[in-house]
């Protein structure tokens, strides 16, 4: 069973940084996709930033240029470096991970089997 835990999660102004973390008790056994989602208050969650084992990485065009997934295989910890952050970053941010490659999952990325329960970012303006 893998177990993801997001922190970094805080209040800060507009123009502002952050710095995400997601720590996973274990790694799907298999070829894997990892992925940073977010969901603004009163929407649904979107995809973010996704990450394959390959390296191969894609980003939401509305964070494009401001955020940077990256990971770290041997701590186990996948991160989200955001800045130049705006009020409508507001959001509840998740990471996901799935044992299945992410050009499977490339239709709906929220499918993915795994979540953490999240952490709050708020950017005010």
């Known amino acids: 069973q893998v177990e993801l835990v997001e922190s970094g999660g805080s209040s800060v102004p507009s123009g502002g940084s952050l710095r995400l973390s997601c720590a996973a008790s274990?790694?799907?056994?298999?070829?894997?996709?990892l992925g940073w989602f977010r969901q603004p208050p009163g929407k649904e969650r979107e995809e973010v930033a996704i990450?394959?084992?390959?390296?191969?990485?894609t980003y939401a065009d509305s964070v494009k240029g401001r955020f940077t997934i990256s990971h770290d295989s041997a701590k186990k910890t996948l991160y989200l470096q955001m800045n130049s952050l705006k009020p409508e970053d507001t959001a509840i941010y998740y990471c996901?991970?799935?044992?299945?490659?992410?050009?499977?999952?490339?239709?709906?990325?929220?499918?993915?089997?795994?979540w953490g329960k999240g952490t709050q970012v708020t950017i005010s303006s």
């Open positions: 996901a991970a799935d044992e299945l490659p992410c050009e499977i999952l490339a239709a709906d990325y929220t499918g993915m089997d795994y």
């Open positions: 274990a790694y799907p056994k298999r070829g894997y996709c």
């Open positions: 990450l394959d084992r390959a390296g191969a990485i």
